[in-house]
């Protein structure tokens, strides 16, 4: 456990120490791959701890782009899963022309595009379906990536015949041009494409997109710096500009600023956010709708509109002149036309249905409304009810010049409320049952609530797995590319190989004299043709036996010393002539020549080289 706790603890020392001595912060990248890749470059290094790795770099600074270069994967590919391709040229591309003038810019961002092929499938898919001239003068594909090494073969844009696999011929031959089993992107639509440096966690975005590719890069970060990079995509992108995501990329947390426009195939769009400018403007509507600021520039229509107003209302000027009285007040308080202009006190309306002139009072001391809401007024058999309000009218200055009196009748209301207390009663009890079955309910739906978060939290962590899954895949594949080289230069080793033993074996069966090559036992290591005509012994019966236990017509015997002589070194080379029978059992007189077999690396003889010659006739 605190063996674990400590790793844990070196290995978030050694990313500090990346940041500080290299400016790269891995520090938001999800630990089980990034321990993953760098116990990897650990172990090609033949190091064990993090701390020990860390004074590695030290040491070694060339390490650092190899360790890099083994975090970074850099997997990718043509059209890159075709299905979100056939989509992207079908229905999004047209969707984000349909949005542009014919000389407006179109701006792409590929973010974390490794070596460049999903920014020139990018450049293909749109020169497929703009016309070539608005291609030359509008489009622009901004490609970014943080590796260097990546953007380096990204801007050469020339590929081998692997690497294009996956564009269809028809593309090729349109957008390629091939020399020496390479592909190179044309010039026309490269001059399009502009690579550059820029880290997802600490660098500012790209703006005014229209099109955002960040594909199988995001799953690289852990939650929280996902959230920051995706904060600075929806800046990045225009109002109505898009995200296409990696295969196994979602945005379950971030469905309130981008919404999927086809969530199988990993495309969003932006959901704008109000602009402080829109949030002024609704704010100032509001005010005009609620406040009555926006006051009609027409007095005339106000008039009218109060004259005609259901509610009867009558305004009180600071004397206590009756100054208005609209058509309803006064057919309902039989006020005649010459009544406006006498004072409030002469008229019945002062003291009925309410007395009036100490509310009034009320009102200019207080400054504020008063309300009279149950005021009854009979008129012979009938009984009306009225809400009265009365309203102070202030000028500029705040200063009172009135009082406006509304009498809104709510008979009706009341009669309402009275049949609406009677039935309330029968309310209440049902209101209990249901109470009841609504605790029950509640229940239920807390039970489903937290059903449906553990589900969430699932698919969340299903999520992550798939990531996570989709993180080794690419490991693996680029284990597999690296296979791939070591393999081709094993075999390129192989064919080198096999050209230089059958260029020895050559030599073996050209040389006129019998040949044989003995190792520091002197076990036979090489017996050529000529020795097997003379001797009547095969190769595959002598290699390996012991030079002295051969049951040939050579006396063996007697180059003994010689050879342990020029085994020790002690002297260069022999020549010595011995009687000898041949296979046909005739007697020959042999010549040996040897020497000690040396390399020019080491001064210590490896074996013997022997000629044996049949010297029967110079003799
Ligand atoms: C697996 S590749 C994806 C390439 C391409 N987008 C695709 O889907 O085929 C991931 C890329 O993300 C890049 N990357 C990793 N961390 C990054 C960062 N902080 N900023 C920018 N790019 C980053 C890596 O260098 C690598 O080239």
Redesign the pocket.
């Known amino acids: 456990m605190t063996h674990t706790r400590d790793r844990a603890d070196e290995l978030e020392a050694l990313l500090d120490y990346l940041k500080r001595a290299r400016g790269f912060d891995f520090t938001g990248y999800k630990r089980a791959s990034l321990t993953r890749r760098i116990d990897k470059r650990m172990l090609g290094v033949d190091v064990e701890g993090y701390a020990d790795y860390v004074r590695y770099l030290e040491a070694n600074p060339g390490e650092f782009a190899q360790l890099f270069d083994t975090v970074?994967?850099?997997?990718?590919?043509f059209f890159?899963d075709e299905g979100p391709w056939a989509f992207l040229r079908e229905e999004l591309i047209p969707r984000i022309l349909a949005t542009k003038g014919p000389r407006e810019p179109v701006r792409i961002w590929?973010?974390?595009?490794?070596t460049g092929?999903?920014a020139y499938s990018l450049a293909m898919a749109f020169a497929e379906v703009m016309p070539a001239d608005r291609v030359r003068d509008c489009l622009k594909i901004y490609a970014?990536?943080?590796?260097e090494g990546?953007l380096a073969t990204a801007r050469q844009g020339t590929y081998p015949e692997r690497a294009v696999s996956g564009v269809p011929p028809d593309l090729l031959a349109r957008y390629f041009d091939a020399a020496d089993g390479h592909y190179s992107f044309r010039k026309e639509l490269r001059r399009l494409v502009i690579f550059g440096r820029?880290?997802?966690?600490q660098d500012a975005p790209i703006s005014r997109i229209d099109l955002l590719v960040?594909?199988?890069?995001l799953m690289?970060f852990d939650a929280e710096t996902q959230s920051r990079i995706l904060a600075r995509f929806h800046f990045a992108l225009n109002d109505d500009g898009y995200l296409f995501l990696?295969r196994a990329e979602t945005l379950l947390s971030h469905m309130t600023t981008f919404a999927p426009v086809d969530l199988k195939r990993r495309i969003f769009a932006k959901v704008p956010r109000p602009t402080f400018r829109d949030r002024l403007l609704a704010a100032s509507r509001h005010a005009v709708d609620g406040d009555g600021a926006g006051m009609s520039p027409h007095p005339r229509l106000r008039d009218a509109a109060l004259e005609a107003s259901p509610v009867a209302q009558v305004i009180v000027d600071r004397a206590g002149t009756l100054a208005v009285a609209n058509e309803r007040a006064r057919s309902l308080f039989h006020l005649a036309h010459d009544d406006v202009g006498r004072p409030l006190q002469d008229l019945e309306l002062s003291y009925r249905p309410a007395e009036l002139r100490s509310r009034i009072e009320q009102v200019y001391q207080e400054r504020r409304a008063v309300t009279l809401p149950d005021v009854e007024w009979r008129t012979g058999p009938a009984i009306r009810w009225f809400a009265v309000q009365l309203v102070p009218l202030l000028d500029d200055e705040l200063e009172p010049l009135g009082v406006s009196i509304a009498f809104d009748d709510v008979t009706a209301l009341r009669e309402v409320r009275l049949q609406l207390d009677h039935s309330h009663q029968e309310l209440e009890s049902a209101y209990e049952e249901l109470q009841s079955t609504n605790e029950e309910l509640e229940t239920t739906n807390e039970e489903l609530h937290s059903t449906v978060e553990e589900l969430e939290t699932t698919n969340e962590e299903l999520q992550s797995t798939n990531e996570e899954l989709e993180t080794m895949n690419?490991e693996l594949q680029a284990t597999n590319e690296e296979l791939h080289t070591m393999n081709d230069e094993l075999r390129r080793r192989g064919d080198e190989l096999n050209e230089v033993n059958a260029f020895l074996e050559s030599i073996f069966t050209s040389v006129r004299a019998g040949l044989v090559v003995l190792d520091r036992n002197l076990d036979v290591l090489v017996w050529n043709g000529r020795s097997e005509d003379l001797w009547g012994v095969r190769h595959a019966e002598v290699e390996g036996t012991s030079f002295f236990a051969l049951d040939i017509g050579l006396p063996v015997e007697q180059l003994k010393a010689p050879l342990r002589a020029a085994l020790a070194g002690d002297g260069d080379a022999f020549e010595v002539s011995l009687p000898a029978t041949n296979r046909r059992g005739r007697a020959i007189t042999c010549r040996v020549s040897g020497a000690p077999l040396v390399s020019s690396a080491d001064a210590t003889p490896r074996g013997v080289i022997l000629f044996v010659d049949d010297a029967t006739d110079d003799a």
């Open positions: 970074l994967i850099n997997v990718t590919g890159r590929s973010a974390g595009c490794a092929e999903e970014t990536d943080v590796d990546a820029n880290d997802l966690v960040c594909r199988n890069t690289y990696g690419e």
